[in-house]
């Protein structure tokens, strides 16, 4: 039984000592039929109950620290339930019969050995586990049942009764064997002793079973059972003994052992054999041995036809991952050579043809050091000889190799040393001619190379190269290009990082598409298909970046993927742009989004370049002017303030979203422009207006914040305005109180004149409520999301309502934005809330509408309740603005 373990002659004397001693006990027990008539059947019992006990006490003891700690509680269950069913057994039924007690216990057994079985063994191979079992079982089955056909049931030693009680009991503890047969087939070769040891505990047991049906009372058959079930109990705490945890580098594959494949093949012909050669010794063949011979053979066929389909399987990722490895490699525009240990040549690209004129097949098989010249061989030879400290280094040698029309060639090679690699085991070559830097040593030219040196992968230049050769076939529109971005690689050239996400993007490729690498976090992939396969191509690419294991933790990697097709009509250049600008797209959607290229995209992008360009002047033009909402206390119901909103109505597109331009200005400096026009001009408006105590709210971007310029920008629109500093109000967002320390002390230095500091968007930014005490803010300005359902969700109530009860103890001034319906609006107030601005009340106004139409102003009445509104008027957003 020690013979499977690993570990040589120390392994076998692990085992030898406790199979010792259970072998003792045993023949302990069976030595209690030499004492007398009474006593004798009083000791066997009680010794057998008690192995029972200590069984018990071991196996709980020792399973604590096993390999299965769940496994070993259920077959201490399985024999306590085992004992107490035949003690009960034994009260109630005659002699024959009382091991029936115990068949529950056996059927625990079931439970144990799955327990103790790996869950992912099972679900890769399942169909075939579910044969190996079915044919386990019927084997074990014919086998109890020819050898009682041989034995007692040609006598007739048992009563019909006796006769099912025994093959109840041993059809319990034939499926028990049969999933320990399972466990020694699937299980690594460290684990299978005790996969061994279980075997023989379930054989003992269906031994004692089979000699506690057949005594008819107390004699040597019955102790001889006592001794097979102590026996069989012994085994079980040696088994559990032997049970430890092992490295997850010695669990080895199970899956394709050669004793997984073996096993069932050999148990069903120990049961066939056993079965035929019954028939010349009784002279019959019973209906039942028939029966589960023909099942046998039935079940035999099953596991091969699963096996067969799991072979094929397995070879069939086998060859695709060859033709990814092809791929990936015949797609270099620079030789790949491999070599073995004996630094032969065992593989070459067919690109080595353009180097040097060699057909491939040719080199395969020789030695590299025949193939350089004489003078340059043993340095070559000794560098590639040596064992590599790193396997990720990559080593550059250079060495002169003759062309087939006997030029001699200086080629570089970057060498990789993946001998310790199991997947590889040999050396890599990544070679290059560098003859003509070479010839120019006092003016050396850049090395030109199509090949990316991290990956291994076609640079963007292979990819130029390679999409104009594609459109200069006839095939060019069945053909498709995926551009693939990942976010979140760290800063410059990750290897294993990239090397990784190269790995796997392969595996999620077919055997024709081509794999680029275009830029520092972007992949390129030609795709042999139409735009549609380009797309599940693509979709397989984003979803292959996982988080990616490193040294120092885990990298979470997003990816999106944009698809263009190569259009007839077009060229290379065209294809490039259709699939960056579907990229920026995707991103724009978010991480794990494909997008196609399409004409809507290319209007957008010449919409977006437009506006871009015509922003510049559109200042100097007169195009951009500014519209003002009101602000309105409902305590005093008249507007205390107006906010000023920049518009551009564009001469082409009409009227442009500030959604949509303001970004547009925030890439330059021209925001900060925008800015300081926007200040003077709202100024210069509200000064003029009659109403000596209306206060204006200005936007200020970020960049105009941290530019330095805000304080002289802001005293020189007071000074050409000549409106009170206490009457503006200067909104910033959140992000902009934790930049540096001089932004803080720009804003203080306006609040000491008399300025207001408001924060814009309050809660949608960082949300940190730290900077609202002791920084320059005098009112909070609550975002819109703060309404949404607030007239039905109690929350949402809740939640305005603290963020008014927070700026009040605070100090601070809060204003309530996008108030669109007349429930909201009395909800607020309810709540205490004087300041609101919203299309409800006021929509922006022009500048000739400020004396006529500010509501409690200019002739338009505040409502005191929301009743006495006028009505709901069309909803929509106040829009952003600088």
Request: glycine fraction near 8%.
């Amino acid at each position: 039984m020690a013979a499977p373990t690993r570990g040589g002659p120390a392994a076998v004397r692990t085992l030898t000592r406790p199979l010792f001693l259970a072998a003792l006990a045993a023949l302990g027990t069976l030595s209690a039929g030499l004492l007398p008539a009474p006593t004798s059947v009083t000791v066997a019992v009680t010794a057998n109950f008690l192995a029972v006990a200590g069984v018990l006490v071991l196996l709980v003891h020792a399973g604590r620290q096993s390999a299965h700690p769940a496994g070993w509680r259920w077959y201490s269950v399985s024999v306590g339930v085992s004992a107490l069913g035949a003690l009960a057994a034994g009260a109630v039924l005659p002699w024959g019969q009382t091991a029936l007690g115990s068949l529950p216990g056996h059927l625990l057994v079931v439970v144990a050995i799955l327990r103790m079985l790996d869950r992912a063994s099972l679900r890769a191979a399942r169909a075939q586990v579910a044969t190996m079992l079915v044919l386990f079982v019927l084997a074990d089955l014919l086998t109890v049942h020819t050898l009682y056909h041989l034995t007692i049931g040609r006598e007739g030693l048992l009563s019909l009764s006796q006769t099912v009680a025994l093959f109840a009991l041993l059809s319990s503890i034939a499926v028990g064997t049969g999933f320990s047969l399972v466990f020694i087939a699937i299980c690594p070769a460290a684990q299978r002793p005790v996969g061994w040891l279980l075997f023989a505990s379930q054989v003992a047991t269906a031994l004692a079973g089979a000699c506690s049906s057949i005594a008819s009372g107390p004699g040597p058959v019955q102790y001889l059972a006592c001794a097979l079930s102590v026996l069989g109990m012994a085994l079980l705490v040696v088994a559990c003994r032997a049970d430890r945890p092992r490295p997850t580098a010695d669990r080895g594959n199970a899956a394709g052992s050669t004793l997984g494949a073996l096993l069932p093949h050999a148990t069903a012909l120990a049961g066939g054999l056993l079965l035929l050669l019954s028939v010349p010794v009784t002279g019959t063949l019973t209906i039942f041995g028939t029966t589960l011979g023909a099942l046998g053979l039935g079940a035999l066929l099953a596991h091969q036809v699963v096996s067969w389909r799991t072979q094929q399987r397995l070879t069939s990722d086998l060859q695709r991952s060859e033709a990814y490895f092809r791929t990936l490699v015949r797609g270099s525009a620079d030789p790949v050579l491999i070599l073995d240990d004996q630094l032969r040549v065992q593989w070459v690209s067919p690109a080595i043809t353009a180097l040097l004129g060699l057909d491939p097949q040719r080199i395969v098989g020789h030695s590299i050091a025949a193939a350089v010249h004489p003078d340059d061989a043993p340095g070559l030879v000794a560098a590639l000889s040596a064992t590599s400290v790193d396997p990720s280094e990559t080593k550059t040698r250079t060495a002169r190799v003759r062309h087939l029309d006997g030029r001699w060639l200086l080629i570089q090679s970057q060498v990789r040393d993946l001998r310790g690699d199991p997947d590889v085991g040999a050396l890599v070559l990544y070679c290059r001619d560098v003859s003509a830097s070479a010839r120019q040593p006092a003016d050396p030219l850049p090395t030109f190379s199509t090949s990316d040196p991290t990956t291994g992968l076609p640079n963007r230049s292979a990819l130029t190269q390679r999409l104009a050769a594609a459109f200069r076939t006839p095939s060019a529109g069945s053909a498709s290009l995926v551009v693939l971005g990942v976010d979140g690689l760290p800063a410059g050239d990750d290897v294993p990082v990239l090397r990784e996400l190269t790995t796997r993007f392969a595996r999620a490729l077919r055997g024709d598409d081509w794999l680029a690498r275009s830029g520092a976090s972007e992949f390129a992939v030609l795709v042999s298909g139409t735009v549609a396969d380009a797309e599940v191509i693509a979709g397989r690419l984003v979803a292959a970046v996982e988080p990616v294991a490193t040294g120092s933790g885990t990298l979470r990697l997003t990816a999106a993927a944009g698809v263009t097709s190569l259009d007839a009509d077009a060229d290379a250049g065209e294809a490039l742009r259709g699939g960056d600008l579907a990229l920026r797209s995707a991103r724009a959607a978010g991480p794990g989004r494909v997008r196609r290229h399409s004409d809507a995209l290319r209007i957008t992008q010449q919409r977006e370049e437009t506006l871009r360009t015509d922003l510049h002047r559109a200042l100097a033009e007169g195009q951009l002017r500014l519209v003002y909402q009101p602000v309105v206390d409902l305590a005093l119901h008249r507007t205390v303030s107006v906010e000023a909103l920049l518009r551009w109505r564009h001469p082409t597109y009409g009227e442009v979203s500030p959604a949509e331009f303001v970004p547009l200005a925030e890439e330059s400096a021209l925001i900060t422009e925008l800015g300081r026009w926007v200040l003077a001009e709202a100024t210069a408006t509200v000064a003029a207006l009659p109403h000596p105590d209306l206060g204006v709210a200005v936007n200020v971007s970020a960049r105009h914040v941290r530019s330095g310029e805000l304080v002289a920008d802001v005293l020189h629109a007071l000074d050409s305005s000549g409106l009170a500093a206490s009457r503006l109000v200067l909104e910033i967002t959140e992000s902009v109180l934790l930049d540096d320390e001089h932004v803080t002390d720009d804003l203080a230095a306006l609040r000491r004149l008399g300025v207001r500091i408001a924060v814009d968007d309050f809660g949608t930014g960082w949300s940190s409520l730290a900077y609202l005490v002791g920084l320059p803010i005098d009112v909070l300005k609550m975002d819109r999301q703060f309404l949404a359902d607030v007239e039905t969700d109690p929350q949402r109530r809740a939640l305005c309502s603290s963020v008014l009860h927070l700026g009040t103890s605070l100090g601070l001034v809060v204003v309530v934005e996008g108030v669109e319906t007349a429930t909201e609006l009395q909800l607020l107030r309810d709540m205490g809330h004087r300041f609101i601005q919203g299309y409800l009340l006021a929509r922006p106004l022009d500048r000739s509408a400020l004396t006529t139409q500010l509501p409690g102003l200019g002739g338009v009445p505040v409502p005191t309740s929301a009743a006495g509104l006028p009505g709901l008027l069309r909803a929509g957003d106040d829009g952003p603005s600088t």
